[in-house]
């Protein structure tokens, strides 16, 4: 997709981060642009900030891991700006613990959010893009992890590689029908956002207690110091997807040397019949530049 101006991008949590960074860079590009997000608030203060700056944009509160929520996403976005192009299925959350002591409330939550978030996007976008007859472009926020195995983080590497693997064959299904959608898949290690902070937007239930959820997000901030000097900053995120959008590149990894070593070990495990190659969070690439 190389004509971006005037063209319609919609993405979903674009109240923070990684979203927030494709939002700044579509509306720089001359995009029409719809934020989504379930922060209410963020997503007003960020989306009027961009709009004082000339950003023709639409902000939509949105649950992206309820399927009704797309579905009237889609319709708003259609209903506004009569067309979609750019499709960044974005949103995502995190959360972990050794696998049998997850609860199972937890690892809905992350599935549905990192997910089914992406199927919902692609079900309910991609006839509508397809039968506009126009270039278009899909971009969905896998991560590293969902490249290769990383313990104690499993309902998130589970989302991750599903959300690659669904990618993979969604780009050769797209293929087929004449190759006017592109589709893309982001792999970041770490970036300095917010989402260390990610429980609070959990919602609270009788199994998880308000406490329960301060309580993570105060022993979250450890991780502060560590994301904001030595994660990649989100400013970098802007080139890396846009190139990719308009050269048509399927993997966009931001550590691409530290990924691919972990990468090639798990498989040359694979291949030479070895365990796993495990990666520690901790071993996950930050050299970036
Ligand atoms: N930051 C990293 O190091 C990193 C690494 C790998 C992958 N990712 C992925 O990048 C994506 C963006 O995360 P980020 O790092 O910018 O974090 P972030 O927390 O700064 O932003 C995530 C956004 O998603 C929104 N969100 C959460 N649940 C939602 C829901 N149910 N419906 C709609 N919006 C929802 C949040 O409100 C927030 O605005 C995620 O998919 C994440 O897994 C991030």
């Keep these: 997709m190389k004509d971006l101006r005037d063209k319609v991008a919609v993405i979903t949590g674009a109240a923070s981060g990684i979203g927030l960074a494709m939002a700044e860079r579509a509306a720089t590009e001359g995009m029409r642009v719809v934020m989504a997000d379930i922060e209410a608030e963020r997503l007003g203060t960020e989306s009027e900030r961009l709009a004082a700056s000339g950003a023709n944009l639409l902000a939509v509160p949105c649950d992206v891991g309820d399927a009704d929520s797309v579905c009237a996403l889609e319709r708003r976005a259609r209903e506004h700006f009569g067309a979609v192009h750019l499709l960044c299925n974005n949103a995502g959350v995190s959360g972990g613990g050794k696998t049998w002591e997850i609860p199972l409330e937890e690892w809905r939550w992350i599935l549905d959010v990192n997910m089914w978030s992406v199927i919902y996007g692609l079900h309910y ?13 899909v971009v969905n926020t896998a991560s590293i992890a969902g490249l290769m195995s990383v313990p104690d983080i499993a309902p998130y590497s589970l989302s991750k590689h ?8 969604l780009f050769s299904e797209l293929r087929n029908e004449g190759g006017q959608i592109g589709v893309s898949v982001l792999c970041p290690s770490f970036v300095a956002t917010q989402i260390h902070l990610a429980a609070r937007n959990r919602a609270l239930s009788d199994r ?7 309580e993570e997000l105060e022993q979250a901030k450890v991780f502060e110091t560590y994301l904001t000097e030595l994660a990649m900053p989100v400013s970098k995120i802007g080139d890396l997807v846009f190139d990719a959008i308009r050269e ?3 993997y966009i990894l931001t550590h691409k040397k530290g990924s691919l070593e972990h990468i ?3 498989m040359r495990g694979l291949r030479d019949n070895d365990p796993p190659h495990i990666a520690e969070p901790s071993a996950f690439p930050v050299e970036w530049k």
Excluded at 162 to 169: K, N
Excluded at 208 to 214: K, M, P, T
């Design 125 to 137: 976008f991609l006839p509508g893009m397809l039968s506009q007859g126009e270039p278009g472009h």
């Design 162 to 169: 599903a959300v690659v693997s669904l990618s993979e064959g």
């Design 208 to 214: 998880y207690s308000e406490r329960q959820r301060d």
């Design 248 to 250: 048509n590149h399927f």
């Design 264 to 266: 090639e070990r798990r």
